[in-house]
């Protein structure tokens, strides 16, 4: 079983990155579209632009099978900040040579959207998380 750990509002993917036990996927990703409970449901298919525009952030996904040495925050947030970089630095190589940069240039991009499913999933938690 796989659990939410937090969306990243600004980033779409098409396909997942990662491994067994940790992921980012898109949200059409059949361990996102599975879940049966209604907070799932609504922080998936909730998110919209400032014109009410439908919205496809990215799921920073977990195993329930990842080890409890690597089932904290700080695993968590490098891997997402692997992730980033090398988004980052292809983003600045594509710069060098064509004048529209399709790709993120800076890390806020790659923030974690403050809510999230509870452990549970019968509920949200609000992070005030500063590991950027």
Known sequence: MWSIFFVLPNISV???IGNDYLGIVPHND???TQAKDPYTKALVNNF???FGREV???FL????NISDRL????????F???FALSVIIKGHEHSLTITFVAYPLYSDYFDFYPITVTKGNDGFITSVLSHN
Request: cysteine-free; overall charge negative.
């Open 71 to 78: 089932r904290d925050i700080e695993s968590f947030v490098g």
């Open 56 to 58: 496809h952030p990215s």
């Open 30 to 32: 059949n361990r996102i």
């Open 14 to 16: 098409k396909d997942q």
């Open 61 to 64: 996904i977990f195993s329930d």
């Open 48 to 50: 919209t632009d400032q």
């Open 80 to 82: 997402r900040n692997s």
